[in-house]
């Protein structure tokens, strides 16, 4: 079974401040890990993914196996970062994307 | 064209109306989904279409039903929905080379009453 937990419902920081999305997994093979983000009425997108290790809006996110984590950081917060982020685990076979219940991010000004 | 679409936008149905969602894309993707999302949770995997073939039911009730007529279309055929039913229904299609890069459609917003 597959399964992503994201501790934080929700999350606020301040405008310039760090601020990290934390994603725990439980799977047995070799997941492939990926960030999705819900802006304010807009869809659902992809954000980023481990196997590129790229950073996208100045976020990344790294794959430690060990701890079973994904966690989402940047250094520098935005207003414009405001969403939902949703993590979410594919397994090795197969389309099923498993998707964690979601932090709502609030950054202040 | 690299968007989905979907239609209606909104629609309401009371628990004996026979309805249908349209999902749309025009990317080439081969493989096509039907998530549920209720407020403040993420979206639920209904079903999975890959090169117009059924590949995952999710133990969906036979109340939902789904087909996908071409490669670009999606549709969900709705019939004697409950009011529990009633949440965001969304539609995704990706490459099958590249099946977590999904492509969301803004989605259907289901009232049943």
């Known amino acids: 079974a597959q399964r992503v937990t994201q501790p934080e419902k929700l999350l606020s920081v301040f405008k310039g401040a760090p601020v990290e999305l934390k994603c725990n997994y439980s799977?047995?093979?070799?997941?492939?890990l990926f960030w999705y983000v819900q802006y304010s009425r807009q869809r659902l997108q992809l954000l980023l993914r481990?196997?590129s290790r790229e950073s996208i809006k100045g976020f990344t996110a790294d794959l430690n196996k060990g701890e079973t984590s994904f966690h989402l950081k940047k250094p520098f917060a935005q207003e414009e970062d405001s969403a939902m982020y949703y993590c979410a685990l594919r397994g090795t076979s197969g389309s099923r994307l498993t998707f964690g219940e979601g932090t709502q991010l609030t950054v202040n000004p | 064209d690299t968007e989905v679409t979907q239609t209606p936008k909104h629609l309401v149905m009371g628990m004996t109306n026979k309805k249908s969602l349209k999902c749309e894309q025009h990317?080439?993707?081969?493989?096509m989904y039907w998530y549920k999302q209720k407020a403040k949770k993420p979206p639920e995997l209904m079903f999975v279409?890959?090169?117009?073939?059924?590949?995952i039911n999710e133990s969906v009730p036979s109340r939902f039903s789904p087909e996908c007529p071409n490669s670009s279309l999606l549709n969900l055929h709705l019939h004697a929905l409950q009011p529990e039913d009633s949440a965001l229904y969304l539609c995704a299609s990706s490459r099958p080379d590249t099946l977590y890069e999904q492509y969301f459609g803004p989605g259907t917003r289901l009232t049943v009453t």
């Open positions: 481990h196997i």
């Open positions: 990317m080439g993707h081969r493989a």
């Open positions: 279409y890959s090169y117009e073939k059924l590949s």
């Open positions: 799977y047995s093979g070799s997941p492939e």
